[in-house]
């Protein structure tokens, strides 16, 4: 290891020194908002798992493969970014696909949404039952399955439904596939912190910037809140408490998820506002500022650029980054001239700025 990798994790005063990050759970979406969204992702993470429910979603090849282009496309030639793309899984998706995505580079994992769950969701899988054709193949390939665990029964409530998918769904997968590698994607309970924990190597999950910082009280502070809407729905403190203390604990199954996933402003600000918080901008900002909180800005390193690759099985980044300790004012509103949207923390000051 380098010099540099010595003072990896600590803060010598100022500044804060990182192995370069990975993003295990991002929408840079497509088209103008792509054009906009993607640099953030991208000057901030040497990697990041590209989330498929664009409209129609990514179910082939050649889709991935194409959008990967896309996203290449808007971004400088000498990003070094590397999108790592992921296919979404239906009721008729065919394994041979899946296996001919993963074999040849284009897919690193599979999506799964329950049908109805979230932001473009209406082709996601309607029984989980009906995609185990596919999970076979992905055990048997090491191919891994990254869920959105929600129920989507209308009959639950919406505080409850990823709790109960821990019990009707998730439970049932793991059961009948034990050597999938499975990654329990934006946690946002105690239930799943203490589900997680107590299953094997097999099973991880991935926390978002803003689900350690926001409970559901942010969506009804003085008004309807929008852009504290997204899915899973932030759930009670003492949620958002066992979130941070896990996230902080230096477990090597729960590791950095930004779930960045932006939406035009008027699309939030509506009488059917869309879920999703546009994190991007200021993501690793906001995860330092909540490990110093905890006293864990040593953890932070093994959270946000080791776990990931470990459970993924790849290599971990060489490069670093440098975070400053300098006031860092979010806007209250960014975009383009086309395109309007508002960040997590608009309008309030992060001590921590990401150099360069
Ligand atoms: C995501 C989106 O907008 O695509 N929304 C969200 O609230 N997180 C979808 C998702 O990941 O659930
Ligand atoms: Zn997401």
């Known amino acids: 290891m380098s010099d540099a990798s010595e003072q990896h994790g600590t803060d010598s005063g100022a500044d804060l020194v990182l192995r370069q990050p990975d993003d295990w759970h991002v929408h840079l979406r497509d088209d103008a908002m792509l054009a906009f969204a993607a640099r953030y992702t991208a000057r901030q993470f040497a990697r990041a798992i590209i989330m498929p429910n664009l409209v129609p979603p990514v179910t082939t090849v050649a889709a991935g493969a194409a959008y990967r282009e896309r996203i290449m496309a808007v971004l400088p030639e000498d990003s070094g970014f ?38 473009n969701s209406a082709s996601g899988v309607t029984d989980v039952r009906k995609i185990w054709p596919v999970l076979e193949r992905m055990e048997t390939i090491g191919m891994p399955l990254l869920v959105h665990g929600e129920v989507v029964s209308p009959d639950i409530d919406i505080f409850d439904r990823e709790a109960v998918f821990l019990e009707q769904v998730l439970s049932l997968v793991l059961r009948d596939f034990p050597a999938l590698k499975v990654v329990l994607e934006h946690i946002t309970t105690e239930d799943s912190v203490q589900f997680v924990e107590a299953a094997g190597p097999t099973l991880g999950a991935t926390i978002t910037a803003h689900h350690l910082r926001i409970d559901r009280n942010a969506m009804f502070q003085g008004g309807l809140r929008p852009h504290a809407y997204c899915l899973p729905v932030a759930k009670r403190r003492r949620h958002r408490e066992a979130l941070r203390k896990i996230a902080t604990s230096g477990h090597p199954r729960f590791f950095l998820g930004t779930d960045s996933a932006p939406h035009p402003k008027h699309e939030k600000e509506s009488a059917c506002g869309c879920a999703g918080i546009f994190s991007a901008p200021a993501a690793l900002e906001s995860y330092a500022q909540t490990f110093e909180e905890e006293g864990a800005l040593d953890r932070l390193e093994g959270f946000a650029s080791e776990f990931g690759p470990r459970f993924y099985g790849l290599p971990l980044n060489e490069g670093t980054v440098t975070l400053n300790r300098q006031p860092h004012a979010i806007p209250e509103l960014m975009g383009t001239d086309a395109i309007h949207v508002v960040p997590f923390h608009a309008g309030e000051t992060l001590a921590w700025r990401l150099a360069g």
């Open 82 to 119: 590397t999108p790592l793309m992921t296919a979404y899984l239906t009721d008729e998706i065919d394994p041979g696909e899946i296996e001919t995505g993963f074999k040849s580079g284009v897919f690193t994992a599979c999506k799964l949404y329950p049908a109805g769950a979230t932001t």
